[in-house]
């Protein structure tokens, strides 16, 4: 285990216990169970303006704060993934425990932990008696884990409506490695999946010249495929990659020829593609080996990168209230899945993600240890107060 920055007493630190009150809500994507109620009544009685909308059975919290030429967020989800196979938890995943230094239960990494760091630290903030200098935002969905639809990517639409542009947004994701601090998300590729029916004509396997196998012309699209050569990617941001992630010719009989064959693939892409890019890329491919095809996309997500500008910069705040608390400075990645950073992304701001470690996150008995959390809710405080106080 890495060695433990020096950390103040338990009881000085509310988000242990704000983090259990959000671990015990069972808010399975798109129900929030209460959690946002909860957080939007203790932001109500420090002095924050809140709002919440229900779009089509996701809920969407909006709170805020202050004034001034800037406008800094907080942006994070309340739902969680299912726990699955409840007998193989060790506590109830809804149930909040800590065991040897270690909270334990569903959303304790991802990312209940982040929200209630963020609340602990906001609370200190505001209880310093000193006016902010910019406005401060709270962007809250219970549709992070779903498809996204009607959660991230609504409140920025809803940001753009208001006439609301952030300067800065720092998303709670868990982006740790071994101890709070250690890596920041700066960035994340794109994603995008699809799915493509190769047509051809059903036969007799003994008369393959009456026949059009599918299957054949499929394996044909699947070496193209796998010969692409991707951009291999730099130091700040990783290549494009293709992974085939199922195939189907439909019910099997051995001695039959297909006649239809379906692959499904995702792409991870690189800031030097677009959507429709790798769509007319992919077209175009599928063309050389035949005409008889059809090609769905879902689940599109553009990638984004933030810069680190200059030392009045989120990246730079970011890194020295890491620093005053750990003595270190983080590493800048950009790995990992999609996230909701890519909604707030704009060409004139900067996102960056910074959480608990995500070593568990989705999996049975999802856990952390309170000093890690600890650790957050001291970073949050430092930025913060460095971004919000003169």
């Not at 639409?157 to 709070?180: F, H, K, M, R, W």
């Not at 030097?272 to 890329?281: A, D, E, G, V």
């Amino acid at each position: 285990m890495p060695e433990l920055p020096k950390l103040k007493p338990q009881a000085q630190y509310l988000s242990i216990d704000y983090a259990k009150t959000l671990i015990d809500k069972p808010s399975i994507t798109p129900d929030d169970a209460g959690c946002q109620a909860w957080i939007i009544e203790k932001l109500t009685a420090i002095g924050f303006s809140c709002q919440q909308f229900n779009i089509n059975g996701v809920l969407n919290m909006v709170a805020s704060i202050g004034q001034g030429k800037k406008t800094y967020a907080f942006a994070g989800h309340t739902d969680v993934v299912p726990p699955g196979k409840r007998e193989l938890w060790q506590t109830p995943p809804f149930k909040a425990t800590v065991k040897q230094g270690r909270l334990i239960g569903r959303g304790a990494a991802d990312m209940k932990t982040g929200v209630a760091a963020m609340l602990a630290a906001t609370e200190k903030l505001i209880a310093a008696n000193q006016t902010l200098t910019q406005q401060f935002v709270w962007l809250i969905t219970s549709d992070e884990e779903g498809e996204a639809e009607y959660g991230s990517q609504w409140l920025q639409t809803y940001l753009t409506e208001q006439n609301i542009q952030l300067d800065a947004c720092i998303v709670g994701e868990p982006t740790s490695n071994a101890l709070t601090g250690d890596t920041i998300k700066v960035g994340r590729r794109g994603s995008v999946s699809f799915k493509v029916n190769v047509f051809g004509k059903q036969g007799h396997v003994a008369y393959p010249d009456y026949a059009d196998n599918a299957i054949h012309k499929m394996n044909a699209l699947l070496n193209k495929l796998n010969t692409i050569k991707w951009e291999q990617g730099s130091k700040d941001f990783p290549g494009t990659s293709l992974q085939i992630t199922h195939i189907n010719s439909g019910n099997f009989t051995d001695n039959l020829v297909p006649d239809k064959c379906s692959i499904c693939f995702n792409i991870r892409y690189s800031a030097k593609w677009s959507q429709s890019m790798l769509t007319r890329f992919i077209e175009d491919l599928i063309k050389q080996v035949t005409k008889q095809y059809t090609i769905e996309w879902d689940r599109p997500c553009e990638p984004y990168l933030t810069t680190n500008v200059n030392e009045q910069c989120l990246i730079h705040s970011i890194e020295q209230a890491i620093f005053r608390h750990t003595g270190k400075f983080p590493l800048l990645s950009t790995s990992g899945g999609t996230s909701d950073g890519r909604f707030f992304k704009q060409p004139y701001n900067q996102v960056v993600e910074i959480g608990v470690p995500n070593n568990t996150i989705h999996q049975v008995n999802e856990n952390i240890q309170l000093s890690d959390l600890m650790l957050l809710e001291d970073i949050y405080t430092s930025l913060l107060f460095d971004l919000f106080t003169e």
